[in-house]
């Protein structure tokens, strides 16, 4: 069921000399499950705590979801991989999980330096102007003071929000959420990152934006970087990533050359 | 791997140690301690502009701006004045109005650090998911924007105790290094608190009372010699190490020339004041080291 990609024969092909791949993310059969809170339900009511706490019965309102069963690839050095699948197939625990900020419960991800996760609800602070999330941000991601006066204009200039007037003065809230998705994206693709896993960031900017930001990606890509993408829109999928990955209810349905899996893909989707 | 005549040296490595052999590593593993305050000192920059951030932001809504970190402990003060001053007249303690004025400001000091600690991490769960910095920064920086505030409050102290004819002395210098110690303990309880309300919510209601009792254990509103008149020999003992006492005795030595203090041997009350710095600051930030992985998850 799992079409392993043989990348090594691929690159052997289409590249004049033989480079060595450097594998940046190990993934290895790991499994994710983490515990979601039902909130307030029936069972909830202080009479039904009490007899919980008396017949000493596990809380109802707790729920295990096994989301990510057993996942194996590795992804190497200047790859962008993107990740498809329908919603709720795990594509954004996985990443989470790559990034380190979920558990893996069995199994284990090792990864070349610190990933990081550029997801669309990375907020930063609503009240501050543009230009002073946009210092924030670079000085979260380890800049120095210098580096960040330098980075400021080109990643205001990047994100483009000054286009209709001078918005980098005006504070965060006053943004549509296209622009402050754009300007979290520019900040992130700011800095050169060993590994950067991007959630569906590219799908909120228009077209202009789209256009940069997947030239951004490649740009990411080539600086040595790993670049993962979940989205479900398949064709900037289509136009950043050569390799994909398709998930299916947590297990890993396939793993090849894009056009292969979004083919496969698609067949899937239109014959549910 | 088919193609044998471009063998790759990695085919037939489990993942393992194909991790391994490229130095790669498991990307939740905990820092060492020597590692986390390295890149805690690294980030300095980053406290420090999130502090300040915050601080802008906490009065960008209202029209008075940064004037309401002034008028804040003026009205504060003024509402205890009337209760405690005039309704309930106090006679023991000459100069009232700066003893009240005095334990008010330093004990909103670490009130309002504690009481932010609390959401330190809870209420940046954005930020904490997306980058990985030391989490550390997010208590640390709470802890700065409440000393940039005390700043201000402790210039409209100043201006009360003067007004109130208290003399200018070379005791009000006592009041830097009581300020200093007073700041290393709240890093050290805002670390502490942020860690326990990351991990249960409902430590944000608990706060306000832990905090109100806390106040009035601390002889902030009526004389400390009170404590000594109406508790048993051994409770009133206790609470001359009360860590907020202490820092408030500080102040009142420093500032006031004859405020009734509970502790009456001041090399006491330094070593009491340090001690409380050193266990709060080192041990909080153990305490908060200790749980960096499990902030921002579940």
């Given amino acids: 069921m799992v079409d392993q990609y043989e990348t090594s024969n691929d690159a052997t092909l289409t590249l004049p000399r033989v480079q060595e791949r450097i594998p940046t993310v190990v993934v290895d059969d790991a499994h994710v499950i983490y515990r979601v809170h039902k909130g307030a339900t029936g069972g909830s009511s202080p009479v039904a705590a009490l007899r919980r706490i008396v017949t000493r019965t596990s809380e109802p309102n707790i729920r295990e979801v096994h989301a990510v069963k057993g996942v194996t690839f590795t992804a190497y050095r200047g790859e962008a991989i993107g990740l498809i699948g329908s919603n709720g197939s795990g594509k954004s625990t996985l990443l989470r999980a790559i990034a380190g900020l979920l558990p893996v419960n069995r199994g284990a991800v090792y990864t070349q330096g610190q990933p990081s996760l550029l997801g669309v609800n990375a907020a930063l602070l609503n009240d501050l102007s543009g230009e002073r999330n946009v210092t924030l941000g670079c000085l979260a991601m380890g800049m120095t003071p210098a580096e960040v006066q330098r980075q400021t204009p080109e990643i205001i200039e990047f994100s483009g929000i000054n286009e209709r007037g001078d918005f980098a003065s005006l504070p965060m809230r006053t943004y549509s959420s296209g622009m402050a998705a754009r300007l979290r994206f520019s900040i992130a693709a700011a800095k050169k990152h060993d590994v950067l896993l991007i959630d569906e960031a590219l799908a909120t900017g228009d077209k202009g934006f789209r256009k940069r930001s997947e030239q951004r990606v490649r740009e990411l890509r080539e600086s040595a970087g790993t670049v993962f993408l979940v989205s479900h829109q398949l064709s900037s999928i289509r136009d950043t990533c050569e390799r994909t990955i398709w998930l299916e209810s947590g297990v890993l349905r396939m793993d090849g050359a894009t056009d292969e899996v979004i083919r496969a893909y698609e067949a899937f989707a239109n014959g549910k | ?298």
């Fill in chain 2, 1 to 298: 791997m088919a193609n044998t005549a471009l063998a790759d040296p990695d085919s037939g490595l489990t993942q393992a140690q194909l991790a391994a052999r490229y130095g790669l590593r498991v990307a939740d593993r905990p820092p060492t301690l020597a590692e986390y305050s390295r890149r805690l000192w690294h980030y300095r920059h980053f406290i420090a502009t999130y502090a300040n951030a915050k601080l802008v932001a906490s009065f960008s809504n209202a029209r008075l701006g940064q004037l309401w970190q002034v008028l804040t402990p003026l009205t504060n003060a003024a509402v205890y004045y009337l209760i405690f001053g005039l309704v309930l007249e106090q006679r023991s303690i000459p100069n009232f109005i700066a003893y009240l004025c005095t334990g008010l400001f330093i004990f909103n000091f670490t009130q309002t650090a504690a009481q932010n600690g609390t959401t330190a991490i809870s209420g940046n769960l954005g930020l904490i998911r997306a980058l990985h910095f030391p989490r550390a920064c997010l208590p640390l920086a709470v802890t700065v924007t409440q000393f940039q505030q005390l700043l201000g409050s402790l210039v409209v102290l100043l201006a009360i105790v003067l007004v109130t004819g208290e003399p200018i002395t070379f005791a009000w210098l006592i009041l830097v290094p009581a300020v200093l110690l007073q700041t290393v303990f709240n890093a050290g309880l805002t670390m502490v608190v942020a860690r326990m309300g990351a991990k249960v919510s409902d430590l944000r209601q608990v706060m306000p009372f832990v905090m109100r009792a806390w106040m009035y254990g601390s002889g902030v509103l009526y004389s400390v010699v009170l404590f000594e008149d109406n508790l048993p020999a051994w409770a009133s003992r206790l609470v001359e190490f009360n860590p907020m006492l202490v820092y408030i005795e500080l102040a009142r030595v420093a500032l006031l020339e004859d405020a009734p203090v509970l502790n009456s041997s001041l090399p006491q009350l330094w070593l009491v004041a340090l001690g409380w710095a050193i266990v709060m600051g080192v041990g909080g930030y153990l305490y908060f080291w200790r749980g960096e992985q499990e902030y921002g998850r579940g």
